[in-house]
């Protein structure tokens, strides 16, 4: 995990998730954003548990881990353990703690429209608003729920456009954006399923 200095005014998206597999639109996400929205760097944050999702489906912690760093493959995106080493599993209680670890630092919030389309459901997810700017990226199937949920209809009013989303980084919350030209059909769901599919060698 990258240990950012105490001066230190980086401009950081935060992609959270179980990446139980990480896959090409998790990577997809994190170049757009990198450039879009010109941060130095995204961080993957791979929580122990999703508190929607049932625990039977995981791999082991470590092994998700390890494909994050494998999928990522980028000198600016820093797989990160930190959600499991300070026993954190709410999406608020860990940016909370990473604004009080590092106050200077202007963090981002990215996540697929899929998550947008069932963010009411999400501990304290007005406050999350308050928190930071987030950044919301189309992903096939799930236009119409993202722009259909609850939250982007209360939130609507701080909606930017493709031309204020430069300065995102840098917007006062609640800000947030939605970018169209993300369109990887990849998802863990998915590939979780073909792979119990797939025939074992002998």
């Given at each position: 995990f990258m240990i950012p200095q105490r001066h230190d005014h980086s401009a950081v998206g935060l992609l959270g998730g179980s990446f139980n597999p990480a896959h090409g639109g998790h990577r997809e996400i994190s170049l757009l954003a990198l450039k879009r929205l010109q941060l130095?760097?995204?961080?993957w944050l791979v929580t122990p548990a999703n508190p929607l999702k049932e625990m039977?489906?995981?791999?082991?912690?470590?092994?998700?881990?390890?494909?994050?760093?494998?999928m990522a493959d980028h000198p600016r995106i820093v797989v990160s353990n930190f959600e499991e080493r300070k026993g954190l599993q709410y999406t608020v209680d860990t940016i909370e703690?990473?604004?009080?670890?590092?106050?200077?630092?202007?963090f981002v919030w990215l996540m697929g429209a899929d998550g947008l389309a069932?963010?009411?459901?999400?501990?304290?997810?007005r406050r999350i608003f308050s928190?930071?700017?987030?950044?919301v990226f189309a992903r096939p199937g799930y236009e119409a729920a993202a722009a259909?949920?609850?939250a982007a209809r209360e939130f609507s009013a701080f909606r930017a456009d493709d031309a204020e989303a430069l300065s995102l980084a840098r917007a006062e919350p609640p800000a947030w954006t939605l970018f169209s030209e993300t369109a990887n059909?990849?998802?863990s769901t998915e590939l979780r399923r073909s792979a119990s599919k797939s025939p074992?060698?002998?």
């Open positions: 130095d760097a995204v961080w039977g489906a995981y791999a082991p912690y470590e092994e998700r881990l390890k494909q994050a760093r494998r703690m990473l604004q009080e670890l590092w106050p200077q630092m202007r069932t963010f009411d459901q999400w501990k304290d997810w928190l930071l700017p987030i950044a259909e949920s609850e059909p990849a998802s074992r060698p002998t």
